[in-house]
């Protein structure tokens, strides 16, 4: 099946600094690239929507300008936590969706990034 | 969650048992999908029905769709210990975008 790398798994910052993530998507084309964010024992909470080559797409309440996605290939989208502070310390996780037809449906998953902002 | 909820959020079962776990969502959807979701991990895609649908099975997985209750099952059969996870529903939406039901952890006992 289709993989996402995420890198890296996690990651410990001191609060101010910034946090870059990386999800790539190996063997497929990726349109679309999602990135969640999830509490402990919680839900996956959508971000933002990031689709090649255009801006990313933002949820309410989410602010763009701490949380920066760029979606420069078909295959790499960036999420780019700025400033960081303790409040930040989650769990993210990216998702894309494959272009071909048949599995476009359904999304993978990359293996999370922990970051923990002391 | 953004999208629903799941009941039960926890569950305990013996082996060889079925786990049942049910997803209410809030919004019109082109399908939903179920994930499972090992601790600290990404999710896993496991089984996807489309609104015009009711039932779908794959393996040990059954799922129900009842669009007029916006609701949905996955039922497990014959439970194992490696299905202990956390599950999750996911819903499209007409704009393309995938949110997530509050889950539901299965704990299997061998």
New interface residues.
């Given amino acids: 099946g289709a993989v ?1 790398s ?1 890198h890296p798994s996690w990651v410990i910052c001191k609060s101010g600094t910034s946090v870059k993530i990386e999800c790539r998507s190996l063997d497929f084309q990726a349109t ?1 690239m ?1 990135w ?1 964010r999830q509490f402990p ?6 971000m933002a ?1 990031s689709n090649e080559g255009s801006k990313a797409t933002y ?1 309410q309440g989410v602010e763009k300008d701490k949380f920066l996605i760029n979606h420069a290939s078909l295959t790499l989208s960036t999420l780019t936590v700025t400033s960081a502070h303790p409040e930040d310390s989650s ?1 993210y ?1 990216c ?1 894309a969706r494959d272009r071909t037809i048949a599995t476009n ?8 990034t ?1 970051l923990s902002v002391l | ?2 999208q629903g909820e799941e009941d039960p959020q926890a569950l305990s079962i013996q082996e060889g048992e079925n786990a049942t776990m049910n997803c209410s969502y809030k919004t019109s959807i082109n ?1 939903l ?1 179920w ?1 499972r979701q090992n601790s ?6 496991l089984i ?1 029905i489309r609104s015009n649908e009711r039932e779908k099975h794959s393996g040990r997985l059954r799922v129900t769709l009842d669009t007029s209750k916006k609701s949905s099952s996955l039922l497990i059969t014959a439970s194992r210990a490696a299905d202990t996870a956390s599950y ?1 529903c ?1 819903t ?1 939406d007409n704009f ?8 539901t ?1 299965l704990n299997v006992k061998p």
């Avoid at chain 1, 024992?41 to 959508?46: A, F, I, V």
């Avoid at chain 2, 600290?40 to 895609?45: A, K, Y």
């Fill in positions: 996402v995420q679309t999602f969640y024992k919680q839900s996956l909470m959508l929507t949820e769990f996780i998702s449906e359904k999304l993978f998953f990359g293996s999370g922990q | 969650s953004q399908n999908q994930y600290g991990r990404g999710l896993v895609h996807l999750f996911a499209e393309n975008k995938f949110y997530f039901g509050s889950g952890k």
